[in-house]
């Protein structure tokens, strides 16, 4: 990697007779002493950045200087600004082919007609006669393809380039009036002066006022232009290469105060954004503004994650001396380029130059190119969420989304579920945390009944890897001690989920996560970063993140850290249709597991009914959703399979047998063909059998639903 060595200097405001820069405040006048010229103050600026970068071992690839050599039109301002640079600057390895130039405002003679000669022959006298690199200035003849060279500064080894762009041609100009008014405007100065009014000069000048603008603009011909040495730069042998642009005025105003003026911006600085865009400028280098400020413009339009760092150059102006010029590193050449702003205060006779060093800003971002991650990030749930799920729907669909979350300490607390969760029908508001948390915790099981038909369960993988190694204890170990800061688990086993024609594979989406142990200040927290192969956002990704929450509470409570962030990485996002139930669980199977003794109640409650009514109610009510779940999972196609109710289905059955009663054996009996039903379903892959399948389910549903338990009557 090289690294590139700027000067950027802007606004030095010269002139022939010398223009006073008052540095102190003199109350009281003594001879022999007067304010310095800026001249003067611009002369001690640069031989101090020379002896400090001379001292460094540094050398300047080129100075960049983005216009008002003169003050306010006077002459004399380009020479003396060119002089200066060159007499300190060469013993940093300046001369004319290393400085780009154009002209601002103050440049060009008040009054002048755009592209016309006299505009720039101050400035074509002094910088481009000197053989400084300059912008193709409206009016010239244009150039050949030959010539196009003229106007970039090319890096030996191609890695920049420098392109200067003239934004001046129609500032300092008189509006052309409509008639009868401007046949008029001459006179009104002696109709005015006849009226008494008095002092016609000043009359003429204010008048002149009202008809002068200061307009911002680059001509079609001067972007075409440029369009042309943009595209005909030399390509570097390998690698990406830097563009920078140089302009007097500004893309956008670099400080908070207002200017209330006719045209006091660009006026096609869209058109000017887009060029930027579509020729892949990476920092643009402006002045005029005299106030300096550095950032990314981020593209309104096109790659929504392209972005241009603007560099708003401040000068020296009276009781403003902390940002006269500045020093652009460029590093990471040619692929990590970044930018680095090194800012020199107007130094004292006698003092070292002061320099404020900002941290490196990078160029290039990973989201440029097709198919890059898409990366969600906050601090709000419900925002992260909602944002997730629009990516995975549009922008992500089927790419990489990386969704990071870091919750304030006031939400930690908290089961992480979003308030826009689509839970699954028929479940009461009042219950849907506690369905979810039973859920999350279903899936971080160590043992299942399960294992047979789901050999993938997360809690298994992660706590009987290969059938007995607990991966959480291993993390728990090694974030205790002092030899490392992070630890993983994995959850595929390639001997155990792997086929070798890759046909009859089946292991689960979450695929690897690893605990990270961070300080922040005085707190120790463990953060969590998990990958999936493929996530479903909208249903899926909540109960990841809630695992993921649940194992950082379990390992930071027995390693003393608080819970910290939260970063899942997919590699394939979507949003799917179906039902809860086809990423979730269903809840008679979840049963099995967590809590047996219920469907044992509810096959009472079936065949027997129930006198406490508050377990009668809770019991009917989990009925009525696991319903919903049987139901939901016959209605739409999955050619990946739905988590279908059967275990738990076969042993309510059993239950049901065996509480006897006349309705019994027929219930059972539907409970247990569906069962039969939905284990079919799950081995099918064809749609026409599902189809088919899938009616018979809906047949035995059907009876279920209109199934009316007994009622036991009190004191039973």
Known sequence: MTDATFLHLTDAHLS??????????????????????????????????????????????????????????????????????????????????????????????????????????????????AGCVVPWLDGEPLPTQDELHRFRLLAPDRSWVVLPLNTSNWCQVRAELPSPLKEAWPLIPDLLEA???????????????????????????????????ARSTPAPASGSQTRIMVMHHHLRNPDLREEIRPFADLVNVELVRRFIRENRINVVVHGHKHQQQVGYDHDAEGAAHRRTLLVSGGTFDEGRERDAARILTLGGLPNLAALTVTTFSLPRSGSNLDAIEDAPRPLWSCSEAGGAPTVVQGSDLNEVYERACDAATNDAKGGILVVHLDLPDDQLARILVPKSYPYVDGLDEDRREEWFGELVS???????????????????????????????????????????????????????????????????????????????????????????????????????????????????????????????????????????????????????????????????????????????????????????????????????????????????????????GPEAG?????????????DSIARTTEREAFERLAASAERRIQELESFRPTTAPAGH
């Not at 031989?47 to 039109?73: N, P």
């Not at 380009?78 to 640079?85: A, G, K, N, S, T």
């Not at 016609?200 to 042309?228: F, H, P, T």
């Open 16 to 129: 022939t007779t010398g223009v006073p820069f008052r540095m102190d405040d003199h109350k009281v006048r003594l001879p022999r002493l007067d304010h310095p010229d800026r001249a003067q103050v611009l002369d001690l600026l640069l031989s101090r950045v020379a002896e400090r970068l001379d001292a460094a071992g540094r050398r300047i690839d080129a100075v960049l200087f983005s216009g008002d050599a003169q003050e306010r039109g006077g002459p004399g301002g380009h020479r003396r600004v060119l002089d200066i640079l060159l007499h300190r600057l060469a013993r940093c390895g300046i001369g004319p082919e290393r400085i780009v130039a154009v002209p601002g405002n103050h440049d060009v003679p008040k009054g002048s007609d755009p592209s016309s000669t006299t505009r720039y022959s101050d400035f074509v006298a002094a910088w481009k006669a």
């Open 195 to 229: 009226a008494g009014a008095g002092q016609r000069q000043v009359l003429l000048d204010q008048l002149e006022k009202l008809v002068s603008y200061d307009v911002a603009r680059v001509s079609g011909e001067q972007m075409e232009i440029m369009r042309e040495v």
């Open 442 to 660: 279903w899936w971080q099981l160590d043992r299942s009944k399960l294992e047979s038909r789901i050999p993938y369960i997360h809690g298994n993988r992660l706590r009987r890897y290969a059938g007995g190694f607990d991966q959480i204890a291993r993390i728990v170990r090694l974030l205790r001690g002092p030899a490392t800061t992070k630890a993983i688990a994995v959850l595929v086993d390639p001997l155990r989920d792997f086929d070798p024609e890759g046909r009859k594979e089946r292991f689960a989406s979450f695929c690897l996560v690893e605990f990270k142990r961070r300080e922040d200040g005085d707190r120790k927290l463990v953060d969590a970063i998990a990958f999936y192969r493929t996530q479903e956002f909208a249903k899926w990704w909540p109960i990841n993140v809630a695992e993921l929450r649940h194992l950082q509470r379990e390992i930071g409570g027995q390693v003393g850290l608080e819970v910290g962030r939260i970063t899942t990485i997919c590699a394939d996002a979507r949003v799917q249709a179906p039902s809860p139930s086809a990423v979730t669980m269903p809840i008679l199977d979840r049963w099995l597991d967590q809590a047996p003794e219920r469907l044992h109640l509810l096959a009472q409650l079936l065949v027997q009914g129930a006198p406490d009514a508050p377990r009668r109610d809770r019991a009917l009510a989990d009925w009525r959703l696991a319903l919903v779940e049987l139901r939901a999972s016959t209605k739409r196609y999955n050619p990946d399979g739905n988590p279908l109710s059967v275990e738990g289905l076969s042993v309510l059955g059993s239950f049901v047998r065996e509480s006897g």
């Open 666 to 678: 027929r219930l059972a009996g539907l409970l247990e063909d569906l069962a039969t039903i939905n």
